[in-house]
């Protein structure tokens, strides 16, 4: 393992979906070894499965922790309603050097700050669920006490489960939440809508599915891959007078697809701000 890709311990507060598939994700592409990193959970299946698939340590609390953790990066994967019962009890291993990343949904830098000392160095990551599988889109924000070398250290870690990005400005998370965080979720209702518009159309269920997932997954990867942005992909396969420009005619009218998204990014970015704040 080269010392560029070395992110020293980690010590990982819950193993869920997100924080176990990144267990996965750094063990698979080597970044961090199984003796680097330091399991917090209290669901006993959970830490056995990762005792015992990855011989990592696992710990049901953190004051049960009794191996050295440098400096380590604390990552918080918990759900945010249990946080403040979570949180206050890792004050104790706070100590310069060490780095927070939190992933949990609209909890502000700030929140740990109070929690846990005004010069904690925090990151806050919003990640999406393709990242269980190596495919997400990770946006980072860190305070003024987060260092270069942490700032890497943050990039190889989240990085091993899709794109990072970061953003400056903090505000812009409830922003960046109602478009890649909750994203995916328009995206599953893209699909549902098109086979149900596919089984109304005669289509029998199956093969109505079928083309719904193929053709949503199929012009993903090829957006992905093609150097021509997607307004280019969509007109190229829109003939003036055929059956794609009818179908757009629909959907690219005054209250279409376009108004449509943009109420709905604005709903979500307004509902993050709300629980932000209760
Ligand atoms: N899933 C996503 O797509 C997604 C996307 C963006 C952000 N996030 C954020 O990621 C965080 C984790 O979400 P998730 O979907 O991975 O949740 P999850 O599957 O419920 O994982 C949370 C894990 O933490 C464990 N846990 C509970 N109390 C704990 C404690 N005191 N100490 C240590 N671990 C504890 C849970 O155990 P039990 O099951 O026994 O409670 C569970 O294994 C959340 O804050 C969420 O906002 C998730």
């Known amino acids: ?63 049960a922790i009794n191996t050295g953790l440098g400096e380590a990066t604390i990552l918080f994967a918990v759900k945010p309603q249990v946080m403040d019962e979570v949180v206050p009890l890792y004050k104790p291993l706070i100590q310069p050097g060490r780095l927070v990343l939190s992933i949990a949904a609209g909890t ?3 929140y740990f700050e109070h929690q846990l000392g005004a010069n904690t160095a925090v990151v ?52 960046v939440t109602a478009v890649s965080g909750s994203g995916p979720a328009y995206v599953f209702l893209l699909i549902e809508a098109l ?20 053709t949503v997954a199929g012009a993903g990867a090829l957006a992905e891959q093609t150097e021509d942005s997607p307004t280019v992909l969509r007109q190229n396969v829109t003939s003036p007078g055929g059956t794609t420009a009818a179908a757009l005619e629909v959907l690219m009218a ?15 970015k307004e509902r993050g701000r709300e629980l932000a704040i209760a």
């Not at 267990?23 to 970044?31: A, F, H």
């Not at 279409?256 to 979500?268: D, K, S």
């Open 195 to 214: 086979a149900q518009a596919g089984i109304s159309a005669g289509l029998a269920a199956d093969l109505a599915n079928r083309l719904a997932l193929t």
């Open 124 to 175: 806050r990551a919003m990640p999406n669920t393709p990242a269980s599988i190596g495919h997400g889109i990770t946006v980072l924000c860190a305070n003024t006490h987060v260092s270069a070398e942490q700032r890497a250290r943050c990039e190889i870690l989240i990085g091993a489960v899709g794109q990072v990005e970061w953003i400056e400005d903090e505000s812009l998370m409830d922003a």
């Open 108 to 110: 502000p830098i700030s």
């Open 1 to 63: 393992m080269g010392a560029d890709t070395n992110t020293g311990r980690v010590l990982m507060v819950g193993a869920g979906k997100m924080g176990g598939a990144l267990i996965e994700s750094w063990l698979k592409k080597q970044t961090t070894q199984p003796s680097d990193i330091v399991l917090v959970e209290p669901n006993v299946t959970r830490a056995k499965y990762f005792r015992d698939t990855y011989t990592l340590y696992t710990f049901e609390t953190p004051e």
């Open 254 to 268: 005054d209250d279409g697809l376009q108004q449509l998204m943009a109420r709905a990014v604005t709903a979500a």
